[in-house]
């Protein structure tokens, strides 16, 4: 079982739609759980994140990490042709020795004009 | 705030070479890590360095190697080269823990 499963799409919805991206895990020791967005030949931009559960907002983007279920989400309202990308969520531990980001393969997503 | 920069952005290299890729993490960030993505395998993790001390690393070969300067500043270096190098390469700075910015990455092929 791989440590973060992510669907990896590709996803295409019409523009205004609402998008659901998720991810689960098995490793517990998360603590910190982000979303990037990637477009093509570019390095990631961070999105969003989280410590530990909870939601949070930022415009038309939430996040959503649910420990207990080892499950997070990425909200996109109104969604626009520019939110084309890859979205690739990731997680690591509280660091030290052990401090990496983990990703999941990404989901491709297409918002159609 | 300056971000993350890498350098160079291309680089076309062929097998047996070795090459240096070099990361300015943002000011004030003490950590760097570097990845390696793949369209087949995603972003892998390769080493990650605190104030010059490497703390922990993926499941590389030893080819793959790096340090990290007094100013923070990091550089990768990839002996004898292969073909399965070819990928982009991306640094990413943070303050140690949690949240990690990336550079746009250096592209490497490797003929």
């Known amino acids: 079982q791989k440590e973060v499963e992510q669907d990896p799409g590709p996803l295409s919805v019409p523009e205004g739609a609402i998008v659901s991206l998720n991810c689960t895990y098995s490793?517990?020791?998360?603590?910190?759980f982000m979303w990037y967005r990637q477009y093509s030949r570019k390095g990631p931009e961070l999105l969003m994140y989280?410590?530990?559960?909870g939601n949070k907002e930022d415009g038309r983007f939430t996040a959503q990490v649910d420990k207990s279920s080892k499950y997070i989400s990425l909200f996109i309202r109104d969604s626009q042709p520019s939110d084309s990308a890859t979205y690739l969520c990731?997680?690591?531990?509280?660091?030290?020795?052990?401090?990496?980001?983990?990703f999941g393969k990404g989901t491709l997503l297409t918002v159609n004009p | 705030k300056a971000g993350v920069t890498q350098t160079p952005r291309y680089l076309i290299k062929t097998r047996g070479q070795q090459v240096t890729l070099s990361c300015s993490p943002i000011?004030?960030?003490?950590?760097v890590s570097w990845y390696q993505q793949t369209p087949g395998q995603g972003l892998q993790f390769l080493f990650e360095?605190?104030?010059?001390?490497?703390?922990n690393k993926g499941n590389f070969p030893g080819r793959f190697s790096g340090r990290q300067f007094s100013n923070s500043r990091s550089e990768m270096n990839v002996s004898t080269l292969e073909l399965g190098d070819s990928a982009l390469y991306l640094c990413?700075?943070?303050?140690?823990?949690?949240?990690?910015?990336f550079g746009a990455g250096t592209r490497l092929s490797v003929l």
């Open positions: 000011s004030g960030h003490r950590s």
């Open positions: 990731a997680m690591s531990d509280s660091g030290g020795s052990n401090y990496k980001l983990t």
């Open positions: 360095y605190f104030s010059e001390t490497q703390r």
């Open positions: 490793n517990s020791a998360f603590q910190y």
């Open positions: 989280t410590y530990s559960s």
């Open positions: 990413a700075s943070s303050l140690g823990q949690g949240v990690q910015y």
